[in-house]
DNA sequence: GTCTATAGCCAGATAGAC
DNA sequence: GTCTATCTGGCTATAGAC
């Protein structure tokens, strides 16, 4: 029987320790300040992931697994290239303004430890680009699409949608805009990324 | 009077500290490391430059300065916009080939300290967008272009370059590629990325 | 389950010989 | 300038009372 204050307390550390994790990473991150951010004792966090390792495993996959079925989506999912396009430009890019700290967290330990992705890969049921490669071929063969590598528009849809959140700081910078004229930016993205990708592979 | 040997000294230092923070991030980052990695005395890494700080930061604006005249180009040269696409676009992937952990380190030490760039800005003289916007307002006005917000443009136009060396590890197990498949798959984006966008912008 | 106190370790920094 | 030895503080983790 697990009482519902242990729930509490496990959910409420989960989610102090995603938030100091995505702010500072695996190595910055410190058991104190995510212990305040909960606000409950340092200890605790001991007493329910054991390790510092273990609690950042459990905030890493809960984040990754996020992020990893809309990707998926595009990949697998029967919707034609179009509405694929729109729809996860769509519902990625409004789901990242709500968590704008998740792309960067999660390519930043990526970058740290690359053998992790195997692992992910290994854990899930992880579809092969070969059903979104075929519907490209297809489309292109059949004279809907101008000529494309798959592998490379999928690159382009990934770089279009989750680079906004990456580069925030730096694209800030070097457009001189405020954190509002910033996320007014991002809002316009939910469509405008779709049309710059559809405008690039239709035929003129 | 300095001795080649002290330039020498301080190079090997700012080399190796280039090549571990790059890895490890300034948190994850060990000064026994860095003089593992220079092959010299660990003490010697303070006598040269006093704490791991100031170390990182010589090696960050190191790095940043490489980073920020290509994108300096696309905003201010007088080359026209399809030109600077095709040479960005160019020049960009074909340096970060030769330096893949460039992006990544930057991007991740501006999100963790955001306030960074203001200072990075105002020690450069760091042109505004407003040659760029000029430029794609006229284009469009002119029908050259279909229309499109400058600020749009140059966020695709860095996303399109610099995402497939930051989500490298990303990209690489969604698509199951090997490094050195996706090696190539990067030499061809010299010249991909460029005709995406240059496919995207111009009238039908 | 929750707390205090502390063990044990490791990293950045410095002192001081040469 | 370069080395060895060491200080100092901070961090993860645990022991043990309640």
Do not use: W
């Not at 950042?56 to 990754?64: D, G, I, R, S």
């Not at 919707?79 to 990242?96: A, G, H, L, P, V």
């Not at 297809?138 to 906004?164: T, Y």
């Amino acid at each position: 029987m697990i009482k519902t204050k242990d729930i509490s307390a496990e959910e409420k550390i989960l989610n102090a320790a995603r938030r100091v994790f995505e702010n500072k990473g695996m190595a910055g991150a410190r058991m104190q300040e995510i212990a305040n951010e909960a606000k409950i004792n340092k200890s605790l966090l001991h007493y329910y992931y054991r390790s510092k390792q273990l609690l950042f495993e459990a905030v890493f996959k809960t984040a990754f697994n996020k992020l990893a079925p809309q990707i998926n989506t595009v990949l697998n999912s029967d919707q034609s290239i179009c509405e694929k396009i729109k729809n996860f430009s769509n519902n990625y890019t409004t789901f990242m303004i709500k968590h704008p700290y998740l792309p960067n967290f999660i390519l930043q330990e990526l970058n740290r430890n690359p053998e992790f992705v195997k692992e992910l890969i290994s854990t899930k049921t992880f579809p092969s680009m070969n059903n979104f490669k075929n519907q490209i071929s297809d489309a292109v063969k059949k004279g809907k699409i101008r000529p494309i590598e798959a592998e490379q528009l999928f690159i382009n849809i990934l770089a279009l949608n989750i680079f906004p959140f990456i580069g925030a700081p730096l694209i800030k910078g070097f457009i001189n805009a405020t954190d509002k004229e910033y996320k007014t930016i991002l809002e316009r993205r939910k469509t405008e990324v779709s049309d710059f990708i559809i405008q690039s592979i239709k035929l003129k």
